[in-house]
């Protein structure tokens, strides 16, 4: 996708012609329409997908009205341009006014671009700030301790039972099985993703994933092992970077080392789920990988313990491994033959069995997740009392 600032332009002014000339052959902007009235200009403002307007303004008006009137149909930042003897008056009103930018005309070409670009990127921070989705891993150092079954499970039932956004993410590189466990066979996957050419951008990411029919979004692994290298720590940052502004959850599954796939993801987690079992040489594997997080400097607050196949009867308890790991483990998930089952069926047993023990268990676990709610600050409720007064 092209990332041509989409602009247009209101109102008009001496010079306005000849910017809006120089501006239509500029590379970097792409002129979405004009129109001197904003009154008739209800549809592109509303619904042009627009990243910044220009509006210019006559000394003899003053642009307030007009500015409200482009707010009612868009929240894109407004440059408002003028130019004769009164433009320079009109800064001082214009403090007070919601708009990006004041340019006095003549300017340089070049200037004007910059300061179009300059208002829509800081549009785009302020969104990706305000919108910015829980990222949740799940690993283990030990295959077959139930990552891809706890990660499918708990990316369903996110997307399903809370309604939430969700991208299951499998960088499980090189054997990755989370869209097959949920009977899925995606036609793209994070391989196609990476290597494909230009920027990337929510638009751009929901072309590679699948929808599953519970509402989940999954990004596969690769199809093939020796695709996985190209899925480097860099373009994990972005893809996650990327994916925190689309979705509300992004669960993240994974093989059992720390490669710089797993390294990108650690640094943008906000969860981590350490899954244990109930054998000797996962919990061995448990405590080198603490080890390593403490290393990273990863922070303890963010782990969760988990325990899989909590119930069998193994010369082994819950309780011994919290006092072996100096840990406490928060949930314990029971050994359910259902999963299993559903697993060989390609279907999550959390969907097609929600009354299973071990679905009954993950209920408890993404309730642990949903965030809590936090109290407004004091600046916050100030300005919930004035909409509320308004
Ligand atoms: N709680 C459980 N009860 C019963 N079987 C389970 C449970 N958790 C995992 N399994 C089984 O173990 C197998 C391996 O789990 P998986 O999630 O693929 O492990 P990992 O991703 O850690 O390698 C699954 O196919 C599933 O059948
Ligand atoms: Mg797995």
């Known amino acids: 996708m092209s990332d041509r600032v989409r602009i247009y332009f209101t109102g008009d ?42 509006h210019a303004t006559r000394d003899s008006v003053f642009p307030g009205a007009d500015v409200a009137a482009i707010r009612e149909h868009t929240r894109a930042p407004i440059i408002l341009v003028a ?71 708990l990316a369903a039932m ?12 499998d960088l499980d590189l090189q054997f990755g099985d989370a869209a097959i ?5 995606p036609a793209k996957t994070v391989y196609d993703l990476v290597v494909a050419p230009g920027e990337l951008d929510s638009e751009k990411l929901a072309g590679y994933v699948t929808r599953h029919a519970c509402g989940l979004d999954i990004l596969a692994a690769p199809m093939r092992p020796e695709d996985a290298e190209l899925v480097v720590e860099s373009k994990v940052t972005a893809l996650l970077d990327v994916a925190r502004s689309s979705y509300d959850a992004i669960v ?7 490669h710089g796939a797993v390294l990108a ?62 840990v406490k483990v928060a949930h314990e998930l029971p050994l359910d033959r259902t999963v299993q089952v559903c697993v060989n069926r390609g279907e999550s047993a959390v969907l097609a069995q929600p009354r299973c023990d071990f679905s009954r268990a993950m209920v408890g676990l993404v309730k642990q997740m949903a965030p809590k709610t936090q109290a407004p600050t ?6 919930l009392l004035s909409f509320a007064r308004a």
């Open 158 to 169: 996110l997307a399903k039972r809370e309604g939430k956004r969700t991208l299951l993410l």
């Open 13 to 54: 002014c001496e010079g306005f012609d000849t910017l809006r000339g120089a501006l239509a052959a500029s590379e970097e902007v792409d002129v979405v329409g004009a129109s001197v009235q904003v009154g008739a200009a209800t549809t592109p403002l509303a619904g042009g997908h627009l990243d910044c307007i220009l």
């Open 265 to 326: 993801t650690l640094d943008r987690t906000d969860q981590l789920i350490v899954l244990c079992g109930l054998d000797v040489p996962t919990l061995k594997n448990v405590r080198l990988a603490l080890q390593t997080l403490e290393q990273l400097s990863f922070p303890a607050s963010r782990i969760t313990y988990v325990m899989n196949r909590a119930s069998t009867n193994v010369g082994l308890k819950t309780r011994e491994v919290e006092d072996g790991l100096h």
């Open 252 to 258: 993240v599954d994974t093989s059992p080392f720390f």
């Open 378 to 383: 004091a600046a916050q409720r100030k300005r």
């Open 83 to 153: 130019s004769g003897a009164e433009a320079a008056a009109m800064l001082e009103s214009a403090i007070e006014m919601d708009v990006a930018d004041v340019l006095l005309l003549p300017q340089m070409t070049h200037n004007v671009v910059f300061a179009i670009r300059k208002a829509s990127h800081a549009r785009r921070q302020l969104q990706t700030a305000a919108h910015r989705g829980r990222v949740v891993t799940v690993f283990s150092p030990k295959g077959g301790t139930g990552k891809t079954v706890v990660a499918t499970s």
């Open 181 to 185: 466990m949920l009977g899925l066979e």
